[in-house]
Each structure stands twice: as C-alpha cells, then as structure tokens.
C-alpha cells in the first residue's frame, strides 16, 4: 500500500529531477523548499521553449512568468486555461490546472490588473494506520494572486503581485494523537520588462530584457509550525530577440536564466566526522531553520559549501525559440538544463499553436534527457480567450 508520506517525498522528488546518479556519490545536494508546485510551469506556450517567459511577447499566462509584461499587452483583455497531467508515467491522478488573466485599464493603455489561481493534485492517497484500518485523503497544493503593472516609460514597465498559498498534504493517526494540519503563506512577487526595436539592415527587430522575482514572503509552517519550509523564492531573469523573416513570418530566440533564493540546508557529511563537528553541524541546522525568508535571500548567495562554483551550479538556464506566422500559427521548441547535483532536470520540449480572432490553443510535449525521468512524455494544454475578439464578436450582434 502506497503511504501519503511516500507520494509526497516521490512527487518532490520528480518535480526536481533524479537524483539515482549523484546519490551514492553524496553530491547531489538541491535546494530543499515547501509548495514545490509552484515551481511548475502552469501554461503550454512557456513549457514549450524550456520553461522560460521572462521576456518574451506578453500573454494571458504573464502572471507567472513576469507580469510587468502585462501593460505592454495589445488586447485590451485575456483570459487562458491550463492543464497538465502530471507524473503520467507514474500515475493517472496527479495533474496540475492553472486559471490566469489581465485586464487592461485606463484610457492611456499602460496599466493592467491581473490574477491566477492554480490547484496542485496529488490525486487519492491511502494509507495503513498500523492495523487501524486505511485512511484516503486527497493532497493537494494551490495558490491564488492579483497583480498590477504599469508602464513607466514608453520602453519599461513594472509589475507587482500578491499571492496566498495553502499546501494540504496532511492525514491523521487519530490512534497515535498524531494529526497534521494544512500551511499557509502569504507572498509577493515584483518584475520588470524592458523592451525596444532596433533596426538590422531594413528589419525593425524587437529586443527585450525582463526580471521576475517570485515568491518573497513568509514561510509555509507545516504540522503546526514544527516543521517550517522555505517558500521557493526565485529570480529569473530574460531576454527576448524577435527578427521578421519575411512578411508575416517572424522568430524570436530566448533565454531565461534562474535561480532560487532559499539557503541550502546543512549537510551532516559537509562537517568534520567527529564529536565538535557534530555540534557545528546541530547549529548550522538549527541556524537554518529559524533563518528569516528575507535573510535567507541573501544568504544563499554565499552559503554553497563549495564557494562560486557550487553557486553557479544552482543557476538553471533554459533557451527556446519561437516561429509565429502571423500570430495565428505557432511552432516552438526548446531546452532546460538544471545541474545534475541540483536536481538533473534536462529535457527537450515541443509544442504548437493555433489562434483564431476569439481563442488560442497551445500544446506542449515535454522529452526528458535524464536517465529514467518521470518527467518525460510530460504533456501540457492551454486555452486562451481573447477579450477584444469576444467584444468584437458580441458587439456586432
């Protein structure tokens, strides 16, 4: 019989990657959070080209991947629907749904309010209460967040988001007096987008740079507070290159690069094997888990036990690229790359799009290049309805 305990460590354990490579050699080391779902990418068009959207051509889904990009936005309105099985190789019932949108408002066409709600299921967990019979429960993560942007100049924008988050993984051995209880958190999030169109040749080209910083808030404390967990705070930062082809046709070529700002949690085997390293290696932990969120930040810019190197290896990147014709048909690729001792997150990823003046659909298909990967196969489907094409459409009746 599968425990909740075991689904939850496996789950944490496929959203980061494998670790059967480095384990024996005791270096795989990744940064350890709570509510790691948020960590997901909800939509088809940014899963796609790698996981990346920091700076590319705003959409509906901008919320998660860098909502300043919503006052630069051409529809007055957007609305998109996401979905995502999850695991699928090991299971049916673990999926991910995402709702996000924007509104444009104001007469001067710089400004948008924005929000999302994703809902993180674990499916039907059942678990042996040591001869007291079998409990299901049904474990599930999920955010809900608003935002607001604006343009500050006609090239730059920012944006700002606040988000509640509510992570239920619990059961209860009511024959133990053991009962575990749901975590909240409160978080913030604040970007930048930046964007100008140079001239190469006779080609007006479009070059864009944005930055999002996610998650900054308060801890998730799990089981009444015993057990706190860092939010998974990242920084990502982008840049986004469009050139027309032809008449209708453009490409752009991306690049993301991130980083979570959480401290990474003290090893025992970092530490001298004997008694005074024990003590250090008891301090360390304790300083850890009572570290604030907001120091953790800058603590895991040099907390690595390896110095710049062991840095630079929690740095993930991700490039893709993008043919649109027309902004009516789509076809994109890309790849992921998150060091092998932080997690060996590596996969290809394809995907296409259709628009119509009214709605958009995407798809993506996620081909993972580490050995044995549950992420493989991954497959993803978004649903947009733009607002000025329903406005167009209802106004003429």
Same mark, same amino acid.
């Given at each position: 019989?599968?425990?909740?305990?075991?689904?939850?460590?496996?789950?944490?354990?496929?959203?980061?990657?494998?670790?059967?490579?480095?384990?024996?050699?005791? #270096?795989?080391?990744?940064?350890?959070?709570?509510?790691?779902?948020?960590?997901?990418?909800?939509?088809?068009? *940014?899963?796609?080209?790698? !996981?990346?959207?920091?700076?590319?051509?705003?959409?509906?889904?901008?919320?998660?991947?860098?909502?300043?990009?919503?006052?630069?936005?051409?529809?007055?309105?957007?609305?998109s629907l996401s979905y995502t099985p999850w695991?699928?190789?090991?299971?049916?019932?673990?999926?991910?749904?995402?709702?996000?949108?924007?509104?444009?408002?104001?007469? #001067?066409?710089?400004?948008?309010?924005?929000? $999302?709600?994703?809902?993180?299921s674990l499916g039907e967990v059942t678990d042996?209460?040591?001869?007291?019979?079998?409990?299901?429960?049904?474990?599930?993560?999920?955010?809900? !967040?608003?935002? @607001?942007?604006?343009?500050?100049?006609?090239?730059?924008?920012? *944006?700002?988001?606040?988000?509640?988050?509510?992570?239920?993984?619990?059961?209860?051995? $009511?024959?133990?007096?053991? $009962?575990?209880?749901?975590?909240?958190?409160?978080?913030?999030?604040?970007?930048? @987008?930046?964007?100008?169109? /140079?001239?190469?040749?006779?080609?007006?080209?479009?070059?864009?740079?944005?930055?999002?910083?996610?998650?900054?808030?308060?801890?998730?404390?799990?089981?009444?507070?015993?057990?706190?967990?860092f939010l998974p705070t990242n920084f990502r930062?982008?840049?986004?290159?469009?050139? /027309?082809?032809?008449?209708?046709?453009?490409?752009?070529?991306?690049?993301?690069?991130?980083?979570?700002?959480?401290?990474?949690?003290?090893?025992?085997?970092?530490?001298?094997?004997?008694? #005074?390293?024990?003590?250090?290696?008891?301090?360390?932990?304790?300083?850890?888990?009572?570290?604030?969120?907001?120091?953790?930040?800058?603590?895991?810019?040099?907390?690595?036990? *390896?110095?710049?190197?062991?840095?630079?290896?929690?740095?993930?990147?991700?490039?893709?690229?993008? @043919?649109?014709?027309?902004?009516?048909?789509?076809?994109?690729?890309? @790849?992921?790359?998150?060091?092998?001792?932080?997690?060996?997150?590596?996969?290809?990823?394809?995907?296409? *799009?259709?628009?119509?003046?009214?709605?958009?659909?995407?798809?993506?298909?996620?081909?993972?290049?580490?050995?044995?990967?549950?992420?493989?196969?991954?497959?993803?489907?978004?649903?947009?309805?733009?607002?000025?094409?329903?406005?167009?459409?209802?106004?003429?009746?």
């Amino acid at each position: 019989m599968i425990s909740l305990r075991h689904i939850v460590a496996a789950s944490g354990i496929a959203i980061f990657g494998s670790f059967a490579a480095y384990s024996q050699k005791n #270096e795989f080391n990744p940064v350890q959070t709570g509510v790691n779902s948020l960590g997901i990418a909800p939509d088809a068009r *940014g899963a796609s080209m790698g !996981d990346l959207g920091a700076a590319t051509d705003p959409d509906a889904n901008s919320q998660y991947w860098n909502p300043s990009k919503y006052a630069f936005a051409y529809s007055r309105g957007a609305v998109s629907l996401s979905y995502t099985p999850w695991l699928r190789k090991l299971v049916n019932d673990i999926f991910l749904a995402n709702v996000a949108g924007y509104w444009k408002i104001g007469t #001067e066409d710089n400004q948008a309010v924005s929000a $999302s709600l994703r809902y993180f299921s674990l499916g039907e967990v059942t678990d042996e209460n040591g001869g007291m019979g079998i409990q299901s429960v049904n474990p599930y993560e999920m955010s809900f !967040d608003i935002g @607001y942007s604006r343009k500050l100049s006609d090239k730059f924008s920012m *944006g700002i988001v606040f988000r509640y988050i509510y992570s239920d993984l619990s059961f209860s051995e $009511s024959y133990a007096d053991d $009962s575990s209880t749901g975590a909240s958190a409160f978080s913030a999030d604040i970007s930048g @987008y930046y964007t100008t169109y /140079p001239i190469i040749g006779r080609n007006e080209c479009q070059w864009s740079w944005g930055f999002d910083i996610s998650n900054i808030g308060s801890k998730v404390n799990y089981n009444h507070g015993d057990n706190p967990a860092f939010l998974p705070t990242n920084f990502r930062l982008g840049t986004s290159f469009t050139y /027309p082809l032809a008449d209708y046709h453009n490409l752009s070529l991306n690049l993301d690069l991130n980083k979570l700002l959480v401290p990474a949690k003290p090893r025992r085997e970092d530490y001298a094997d004997d008694t #005074e390293g024990e003590i250090d290696f008891v301090k360390a932990e304790e300083d850890w888990q009572n570290m604030s969120p907001i120091t953790g930040i800058f603590k895991s810019f040099s907390d690595a036990p *390896g110095g710049m190197k062991e840095e630079l290896r929690e740095i993930s990147w991700s490039l893709g690229a993008e @043919y649109n014709y027309n902004d009516q048909f789509f076809l994109r690729g890309g @790849y992921f790359y998150q060091n092998p001792t932080k997690g060996n997150l590596q996969y290809f990823a394809l995907g296409a *799009g259709f628009a119509l003046n009214v709605l958009r659909l995407d798809a993506s298909y996620m081909v993972a290049t580490a050995q044995n990967s549950p992420l493989d196969q991954t497959l993803r489907f978004t649903l947009t309805f733009d607002m000025d094409g329903l406005k167009e459409i209802f106004g003429k009746r």
